[in-house]
């Protein structure tokens, strides 16, 4: 049957294959650029529709939802909420809505990935940071509303601490050993300047701690709050200013480091490609995003009968256990950044994590608070802001050489072990006065 076909298309063949309608079809073997020429309509829509069926929704649907297998713990979210309205056990609703967030950080750090495909590293960790920070700002301001102010306290330093040690730490110990033949390197110019704002934050919390255990407020429980609103005021300003700063000047500081002899590097890059088209990746980012937020807000009204029942302390939920969960996605995303060795990314999700943190999420829930009449400061307590200050000087120290290897990565989560090992024996002196 295909005896007189394949004579006519090896006669005609040499001819016509200049003349096709698509640079793409002349990589192809013979035969597939032949039989186009002979059904040239027909080619033409059978590969539209493939295209269509590749980057579709229905292929949208099944690579973000069925895809991974970590999606099977995603019954585990809505078991939570069952359980919360016909147990009311906060023991099981707090465990479960650990497990249920889980695959959808993952799926969080996968859509941040993609998206990162259109708009490049700086625009990708960026947003992978504020995606991930979304649950902390939804969080605090729900329990801003309860009056819960150590809450949104010690969940949003724990966020900082857990982003800067544990988050950055894994990324560089799981990167180190994949990549163990050659040192990771980064650019260092945005590592100084989110250094640098980190510090600048301390500062900024610092300050009003200071000025309340040293007891020289001018006006006593008044100054403190109204230090604590300008202080924030101005670093909402200086972290308007970054961005600006970074995404319109010098964004050139902050592309990924070229390598020498990266020929290698530079084919396998050629070969990664998106699987979701770019507003696909916004609306699945959108969609995750609400569903964590929902599920936070039963882990946060499970917190205090969870530490009842499980007789662990508060501040350690609030500063260990539920910063963890919240910052799952950035954990993952970071991770596997890290093991693909684009830790430029990794830096501007954990650590750019922890600037928005510290530089726009706690003066901006100072700000709403203040409209809330809820008396939000930036006195965080004595042990909380030395913890805090003496973990940036750490990772500042960590950064500044521009290198990577898992012996830093070690180290950092060392020290987080150490910090998560002091709020289990720390009593907080500030749960009396809420």
């Not at 109204?226 to 050139?252: E, G, H, P, T, W």
């Not at 599920?295 to 501040?315: D, E």
């Not at 830093?408 to 910090?419: R, T």
């Amino acid at each position: 049957m295909m005896g007189p076909v394949d004579e006519k298309i090896d006669l005609e063949s040499d001819e016509e294959i200049p003349f096709s309608s698509t640079p793409v079809i002349g990589k192809v073997h013979t035969f597939d650029s032949e039989s186009t020429h002979i059904y040239p309509r027909a080619a033409f829509s059978y590969s539209r529709i493939l295209k269509q069926i590749r980057m579709g929704p229905v292929s949208s649907i099944y690579t973000v939802v069925f895809k991974a297998k970590i999606n099977m713990l995603l019954p585990f979210g809505p078991l939570a909420i069952l359980l919360h309205y016909l147990t009311g056990k906060h023991g099981w609703v707090f465990f479960f809505s650990l497990l249920g967030i889980t695959p959808l950080a993952e799926r969080l750090g996968y859509a941040t990935e993609q998206l990162a495909f259109y708009t490049g590293p700086t625009v990708g960790g960026l947003l992978n940071a504020t995606f991930g920070n979304a649950t902390e700002m939804i969080i605090s301001i729900y329990a801003l509303k309860n009056g819960m102010i150590r809450v949104v306290q010690q969940s949003l330093l724990g966020s900082i601490l857990s982003n800067m040690m544990l988050v950055l730490g894994c990324s560089f110990f799981i990167g180190g050993i994949i990549h163990h033949k050659k040192v990771q390197v980064f650019n260092k110019a945005a590592a100084v300047v989110n250094s640098g704002l980190l510090l600048m934050a301390v500062m900024g919390i610092m300050f009003p701690a200071v000025l309340h255990f040293t007891h020289t407020e001018v006006h006593v429980g008044k100054s403190e709050l109204s230090l604590s609103r300008f202080s924030s005021c101005v670093m909402l300003i200086a972290y308007a200013s970054y961005l600006f700063f970074q995404l319109k000047f010098q964004n050139n500081l902050y592309n990924p480091i070229e390598e020498e002899g990266g020929n290698d590097e530079g084919d396998s890059d050629e070969e990664e490609a998106p699987e979701i088209t770019q507003w696909e990746a916004i609306g699945w980012l959108a969609i995750l995003t609400t569903w964590v937020s929902v599920l936070s807000g039963y882990l946060v009204n499970a917190i205090q009968g969870a530490s009842q029942s499980w007789n662990m302390p508060v501040a350690f939920i609030s500063v260990i256990l539920l910063p963890i969960v919240g910052n799952a996605a950035e954990h993952g995303s970071a991770i596997m950044f890290a093991m693909k060795d684009k830790l430029d990314i990794t830096l501007g999700v954990a650590i750019g994590s922890s600037t928005q943190i510290s530089m726009f999420v706690i003066p901006f829930c100072v700000v709403v608070g203040w409209f809330m009449g809820q008396p939000m400061d930036l006195n965080f307590q004595l042990f909380e802001t030395a913890t805090l200050f003496i973990t940036v000087l750490v990772v500042a120290f960590m950064l500044q050489e521009g290198t990577s290897n898992y012996f830093k990565g070690l180290m950092l989560i060392l020290g987080y072990l150490i910090v998560a090992a002091s709020f289990f024996v720390h009593v907080d002196v500030a749960d009396d006065d809420n």
